[in-house]
């Protein structure tokens, strides 16, 4: 056990690369979506007074050279229209490559349970051409949602889409994740990359920052024979972090608050719905007679600690979780010294 703990503590930290806090201009994950039916369904589909899927159902049979007329299918209750949707990865795919698809129903069906999508054309974002086909049996994986479902490898891909993160001039961008956006970061980044690059005694200029988001690298021309590899070793380039911004992060929906535990906040009194937290330094020592008593109503905030650093916010929150305070007040404290100015790092709000 003694070996082991002293393997552990030798062993050195992971380093942060470029590509842990960027990544290229380009990379993006793309949506592609159709229209279509599904058939089959146990009685639960959209029914003969839905006329969009009846029509469509006609429609697909007059292709087969089916020719039924709308009124003999007003009974029909096995088809459900449905848009189905499928996402192509940020790194592309090619054709024939297989992905998952999405379907919802878009009309008056109960339920998908127990269908098959017919083969639907899925078209991109300027839907101006067909991508790939979606086709199979429908599998809800929500007991409450019988609406939607997904269809495993459902779409089979006729094309390629292929990301050029190069431009004609022969560079390609790092986008900073908005985490880790700022001058600073760019800056670092950018200074790495031509020290990386160059030769003992000179500097290149390959990379530039244009902002708290952006390094625009150039590729040397004795690289654009292997631009992939250029890309591959910039992004593989170590970081020596500066340091980050503080922050406090809110997401109301779920109640949930992230704090770096280096946020201070300034002085101030809190009364919130008459809570408060009454501390006495040093606490008397608790007797059978005398029995230590700790009530908690309010809470005061004192800074500068001994040490000359401000309270932390985490202190605060950490009490007012102890008081069983709501989560919604909590927030609403905090929103409030914030805007007081006394929150000492930035506030992010996550609807």
Avoid at 139 to 154: A, H, M, N, Q
């Amino acid at each position: 056990m003694a070996a082991a703990a002293l393997l552990c503590a030798a062993s050195p930290a992971a380093a942060t690369r470029i590509a842990d806090v960027t990544h290229l201009k380009g990379r993006r994950a793309n949506t592609l979506v159709g229209y279509g039916l599904v058939i089959g369904l146990p009685g639960t589909g959209d029914g003969g007074k839905y006329a969009a899927s009846i029509l469509q159902l006609q429609a697909m049979l007059s292709r087969f050279e089916i020719p039924v007329p709308a009124a003999a299918l007003k009974d029909t209750k096995n088809v459900a229209i449905v848009m189905v949707e499928a996402t192509i990865s940020e790194n592309g795919v090619r054709e024939g490559d297989r992905i998952d698809v999405r379907v919802n129903s878009s009309g008056a069906a109960k339920s998908l349970l127990g269908g098959h999508l017919v083969p639907t054309p899925l078209q991109g974002p300027g839907l101006d051409r067909i991508f790939a086909f979606a086709s199979g049996p429908v599998r809800v994986t929500d007991p409450k949602l019988r609406t939607t479902g997904t269809i495993s490898g459902g779409a089979t891909m006729e094309a390629d889409v292929v990301h050029n993160y190069i431009d004609d001039g022969w560079r390609f961008s790092l986008i900073l994740e908005d985490v880790h956006a700022s001058h600073a970061l760019a800056s670092v980044i950018a200074q790495v990359i031509n020290e990386g690059e160059s030769e003992v005694g000179q500097v290149r200029q390959l990379a530039a920052a244009v902002g708290p988001k952006q390094v625009v690298v150039s590729i040397p021309p004795e690289e654009r024979g292997a631009a992939a590899d250029f890309i591959a070793r910039v992004e593989s380039a170590e970081l020596l972090m500066p340091p980050s911004e503080a922050r406090v992060v809110i997401n109301r929906k779920t109640g949930t608050i992230v704090i770096d535990a280096a946020v201070e906040i300034g002085p101030a009194a809190i009364s919130h719905k008459g809570m408060s937290i009454v501390t006495t330094q040093p606490p008397p020592i608790p007797t059978p007679e005398a029995p230590l008593i700790h009530e908690e109503y309010a809470a005061s905030i004192h800074a500068p600690n001994p040490d000359g650093s401000g309270a932390r916010l985490k202190e605060l929150v950490d009490a007012l979780n102890r008081l069983s305070v709501p989560a919604e007040d909590v927030i609403e404290i905090v929103e409030n010294l914030h805007r007081l100015g006394k929150v000492k790092g930035k506030l992010v709000i996550v609807e």
